[in-house]
C-alpha cells in the first residue's frame, strides 16, 4: 500500500500545525488570514516552479504577493482593489514583458493563481462568519480527508470500474462511494461531538452536516483530479518536492482548494451551528 504513506505523512505533519494555528487563531482571528495567505503563497510558488515560471519574476511575484494577500483582505473592503490591480498587473506583464512572455504563461500563472487563492481565501471566510473557529478548521481539513482515506481503502479492496482511467488510473467508482460514506460519516461524527461536549448549548443542524458530506466527498474528487489533469497536461509529476517522494503541499492538499468554498456557499443559507 504505497499510497498509504503520503496519506500518513500528510496526517502527521497536518495534524499538529492544524492545532498549533487553531490555537492561535481563536485567540487572534487575523492569524487565519495570515497563515491560510502564507499556505496559498507557497502553493503558488510550487505551482509556478513546476513549469520552471518561479523566477520569472515578472510573473511570479505578483501571482505570490496576490495569493499571500486575498485571505488577509478577503474579508475587508480591499478585496476588489487587490483583484482589480492584480488583473492590471497582468495585462501589464503581457504588454511591456511579451518579448519574453508568452500568452499561455501567463493564463497558466494566473489561473493557477485565482483557484488555489480562491479556494484557500474561503477559509478565513468560514472562520470570520462561524459561530466556532473550531469547528470550521475541523471540517474543512477532516472531512476531504477523511473522503480520500474512505476512497483508499474502499477502491483498494472493492474497486473494480475505473472513474478516470486516463487522468488518475488508481480511482474508481467503488472508492468514490466510500469517500462519500466516510466523509457523510465523519460528518455526523462531528455535529455529535459539538452537540454532546464542545458546544451543549448550541444547536448543530445535522441535516447540513450532512448535505455537506454528500457534497464534499465529489468535489474532493473533482479537485484532486482536476489538479491532476493539469499534471498530466504539462507532463508534470508532482508539484513540489516538501514531502520527499510524494510530491508538495499543492500535491497533498488540491482537494482542500475545492472544498472549502462548500463549507462556506452552505454556511450562509443553512448555518451549521446557531446560538439561542
Known amino acids: 500500500m504505497k499510497s498509504l504513506k503520503p496519506r500518513l505523512l500528510t496526517a502527521v505533519i497536518g495534524i499538529p500545525l492544524l492545532l498549533i494555528?487553531?490555537?492561535?487563531?481563536?485567540?487572534?482571528?487575523?492569524?487565519?488570514?495570515?497563515?491560510i495567505g502564507a499556505f496559498s503563497a507557497f502553493m503558488t510558488g510550487e505551482y509556478l516552479h513546476a513549469r520552471k515560471m518561479l523566477y520569472k519574476f515578472h510573473l511570479s511575484i505578483p501571482c505570490i504577493?496576490?495569493?499571500?494577500l486575498l485571505s488577509i483582505l478577503v474579508t475587508t473592503k480591499f478585496l476588489?482593489?487587490?483583484i482589480f490591480v492584480f488583473i492590471l498587473t497582468a495585462f501589464a506583464v503581457m504588454i511591456f514583458k511579451h518579448e519574453k512572455t508568452n500568452y499561455a504563461d501567463v493564463a497558466y500563472s494566473v489561473f493557477g493563481t485565482f483557484l488555489i487563492s480562491f479556494g484557500m481565501s474561503?477559509?478565513?471566510?468560514?472562520?470570520?462568519?462561524?459561530?466556532?473557529?473550531?469547528?470550521?478548521?475541523?471540517?474543512?481539513?477532516?472531512?476531504?480527508?477523511?473522503?480520500?482515506?474512505?476512497?483508499?481503502?474502499?477502491?483498494?479492496?472493492?474497486?473494480k470500474h475505473k472513474l478516470c482511467p486516463k487522468i488518475s488510473p488508481k480511482k474508481t467508482v467503488e472508492g468514490a462511494i466510500g469517500g462519500i460514506l466516510f466523509c457523510d460519516l465523519t460528518a455526523v461524527i462531528i455535529g455529535l461531538i459539538f452537540s454532546f461536549w464542545v458546544m451543549p448549548d448550541a444547536n448543530i443542524n445535522f441535516?447540513?452536516?450532512?448535505?455537506?458530506?454528500?457534497?464534499?466527498?465529489?468535489?474532493?474528487?473533482?479537485?484532486?483530479?482536476?489538479?491532476s489533469l493539469i499534471k498530466r497536461s504539462y507532463?508534470?509529476?508532482?508539484?513540489?518536492?516538501?514531502?520527499?517522494?510524494?510530491?508538495?503541499?499543492?500535491?497533498?492538499?488540491?482537494s482542500i482548494i475545492f472544498t472549502a468554498p462548500v463549507l462556506v456557499?452552505?454556511?450562509q443559507f443553512i448555518p451549521f451551528i446557531t446560538v439561542g
Open 21 to 35: 494555528v487553531l490555537f492561535v487563531s481563536e485567540l487572534w482571528l487575523p492569524f487565519t488570514g495570515i497563515v
Open 65 to 68: 504577493v496576490f495569493s499571500f
Open 80 to 82: 476588489y482593489i487587490l
Open 122 to 159: 474561503a477559509i478565513p471566510i468560514a472562520c470570520a462568519s462561524s459561530v466556532s473557529i473550531t469547528f470550521c478548521y475541523i471540517c474543512i481539513f477532516a472531512l476531504p480527508w477523511m473522503a480520500d482515506a474512505g476512497g483508499f481503502f474502499i477502491g483498494a479492496s472493492f474497486g
Open 207 to 227: 441535516w447540513a452536516l450532512i448535505l455537506l458530506g454528500v457534497i464534499d466527498a465529489p468535489v474532493s474528487i473533482l479537485g484532486d483530479l482536476s489538479f
Open 235 to 254: 507532463g508534470i509529476k508532482d508539484y513540489g518536492s516538501i514531502f520527499p517522494g510524494h510530491g508538495g503541499m499543492l500535491d497533498r492538499f488540491d
Open 265 to 267: 456557499a452552505i454556511n
